[in-house]
């Protein structure tokens, strides 16, 4: 079992819809939970970190994280053709500065 | 700011051949550099951490005398694929971390390399 399951896509959405990506992840030590997104042939750019369980909110984006279902979610609102990029989850037992496991990332495509 | 750079973006070699990838922190010194490695719809896996001036640590099963890391200065991590072959075809990605409590770690835009 892979530490950090993450569905592949590919999501296509149309133009303002709501996207929810989701990763499960199976080491109860994660304390640190990380949404980047990858534009092709490009390295992952940080969007969102949460520390532990809880929402975070900045813009369009909310991350949530439940712990005790191990599992994490990226919503983003009103979504735009400019969201298109493959975004990956990403874990990390001691800091976002530390060792990070990643999913495999989920390839978004919004569509006009 | 928090800009880091890879050099080269893309590049072929022979098989047999070593190739040198450059990772820099351009605006900032980064304490802690990472190296992943990504394979076509695979996630990124961590191959190394180098801190500045000590040898680099090694993921479980990645071969230390094949990827050779080295952390010269605070703004500098070089890796060295060594007699590359097809098989180390793959994109390879580098980030850089300032070593700041919560600090987060900026990625490079990557290298593809090639082996033919």
């Known amino acids: 079992q892979k530490e950090v399951e993450q569905d592949p896509g590919p999501l296509s959405v149309p133009e303002g819809a709501i996207v929810s990506l989701n990763c499960t992840y199976s080491?109860?030590?994660?304390?640190?939970f990380m949404w980047y997104r990858q534009y092709s042939r490009k390295g992952p750019e940080l969007l969102m970190y949460?520390?532990?369980?809880g929402n975070k909110e900045d813009g369009r984006f909310t991350a949530q994280v439940d712990k005790s279902s191990k599992y994490i979610s990226l919503f983003i609102r009103d979504s735009q053709p400019s969201d298109s990029a493959t975004y990956l989850c990403?874990?990390?037992?001691?800091?976002?500065?530390?060792?990070?496991?990643f999913g495999t990332g989920t390839r978004l495509q919004v569509t006009l | 700011g928090a800009v880091v750079s890879q050099h080269p973006s893309w590049v072929i070699c022979k098989s047999g051949t070593s190739v040198k990838i450059e990772c820099r922190s351009l605006d900032f010194q980064a304490t802690t550099m990472f190296w992943y490695r990504q394979f076509p719809k695979k996630s990124l896996m961590l191959m190394a951490t180098?801190?500045?001036?000590?040898?680099?640590?090694?993921e479980q099963g990645v071969e230390k005398d094949k990827f050779l890391i080295n952390h010269a200065s605070l703004t500098l991590s070089t890796l060295t694929v060594t007699s590359a072959h097809p098989e180390d075809s793959s994109f390879y990605i580098c980030?850089?971390?300032?070593?700041?409590?919560?600090?987060?770690?900026?990625f490079g835009p990557g290298t593809r390399l090639t082996v033919l």
């Open positions: 949460t520390y532990s369980s």
């Open positions: 080491n109860s030590a994660f304390q640190y």
């Open positions: 980030s850089a971390s300032p070593g700041l409590a919560d600090n987060e770690q900026f």
């Open positions: 180098s801190n500045e001036g000590s040898k680099a640590t090694y």
């Open positions: 990403a874990m990390s037992v001691t800091g976002t500065a530390s060792k990070l496991t």
